[in-house]
């Protein structure tokens, strides 16, 4: 009988972590505190503490993170902000949303915003930068700060990854992150942390995580609901007590993989210490590739195609994606998650092999 390997498997096997959880569920029905309570506030105060962080602001998801980001900076009308042409949707919807214009960089060959584009890019109207640490891999954060234009990092798919001891979000003006079940650090549904280290930013985010109002009582400026639960906190907080086990975990699965396509295979290399986030081939040959897998019963899926700059809402938009579009064309992600036992990538690894023979 053929095997079947999901792309992604969610499940929480360990049952430590599991006993945790309910126990954790069991504290809050005694509570009786639900949202932004004291386990958000605990939580803020432990993603501070683990990538040095001076403020944290919880949140809904990583999408609300980076829409408050911006309408903390007032973007709107009349502003531009840059994106690259590759990452999840949400980064580039948000400042469309605020009415701004959306405005695509291209990438370099590490999937990462290019710098040499943003500055090609930038107007007088540029209110903004969004990096995106792509698959874990940091964007190139000194050369983005010279161009003295705010930076709101997105670090969905980068949270606990550092260089030279700087963490992914913290060294932008803004670091966004989702926490939703796919990410390194998760909650089991969706919720998003904002970094920041200006103190009135992060008043100002406080405000604007719950309709305007400061205290529930006055009204200081227009915005909507993007409270984080408490009981998503709670389980983010088990997590986050875990991170370094998982993290660890993460880096094996992703050295297995490297270490038995280097040379033979090209990928997505990552840095020394990136939380990987996924495993991302450079396929040649790509759609006989995946036909070739999935008559293995591997499933693979392409992170994201097609480009964000080509979705319907932008088919107006500025951009330059010359390279984007090569690569996009290349990328494939193959099966990355944290209970993938060693049998199983070991036979990922001999079906792709097999496949380049
Ligand atoms: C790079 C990136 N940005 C933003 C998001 C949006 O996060 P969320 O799904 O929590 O709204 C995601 C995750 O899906 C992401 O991968």
Same mark, same amino acid.
């Given at each position: ?21 309910? $126990? ?114 940091? +964007? ?21 990854? !550092? ?62 609901? !993007? ?46 210490? +990136?939380?990987?986030? $996924? ?37 107006? +938009? ?17 099966? !990355? ?8 990538? $070991? ?11």
């Amino acid at each position: 009988m053929i095997k079947t390997i999901p792309f992604l498997s969610l499940k929480m096997d360990d049952p430590n972590l599991r006993e945790e959880m309910h $126990g954790a569920l069991e504290g809050l029905l005694n509570s009786g505190q639900f949202i932004s309570g004291d386990q958000v506030a605990e939580l803020e105060r432990k993603i501070c503490e683990y990538t040095n962080s001076p403020f944290s602001v919880g949140c809904s998801s990583g999408t609300s993170a980076l829409y408050m980001a911006l309408k903390c900076l007032d973007i709107g009308p009349e502003d531009e902000v840059i994106v690259p042409a590759l990452s999840w949707f949400s980064t580039a919807i948000v400042s469309k949303e605020l009415g701004a214009t959306t405005v695509f960089a291209d990438i370099d060959e590490d999937l990462n915003i290019s710098s040499e584009s943003v500055s090609r890019l930038i107007t007088k109207k540029t209110k903004a930068i969004i990096p995106v640490h792509f698959m874990g891999n940091m +964007a190139k954060m000194r050369k983005l700060k010279e161009f003295d234009i705010p930076l709101i990092e997105d670090a969905s798919q980068a949270f606990g990854s !550092f260089v030279e001891g700087e963490f992914a979000g913290t060294m932008g003006d803004f670091g966004c992150i989702s926490l939703n079940p796919m990410k390194s650090l998760s909650a089991l549904g969706d919720a998003g942390m904002i970094l920041c280290k200006d103190e009135e930013y992060k008043e100002r985010l406080s405000i604007l995580k719950y309709c305007g109002m400061r205290n529930r009582e006055k009204n200081e400026c227009s915005s909507l609901n !993007f409270r984080m639960d408490d009981l998503q906190a709670a389980f983010l907080k088990i997590q986050l007590e875990d991170f370094k086990n998982r993290k660890s975990k993460r880096k094996k699965l992703y050295d297995s993989y490297a270490n038995s396509f280097r040379s033979k295979v090209e990928f997505l290399e990552l840095q020394e210490e +990136a939380c990987p986030y $996924g495993f991302t081939l450079f396929a040649q040959r790509r759609e006989e590739l995946i036909r070739h897998l999935d008559e293995k019963g591997i499933s693979t899926r392409v992170q994201h195609q097609p480009l964000m700059s080509e979705q319907q809402v932008f088919k107006n +938009a500025r951009k330059e994606t010359k390279n984007a579009e090569k690569l996009v064309n290349k990328i494939l992600s193959i099966p !990355f998650y944290d209970n993938l036992d060693t049998e199983d990538q $070991g036979y990922i690894i001999e079906e792709v092999l097999r496949f380049y023979e």
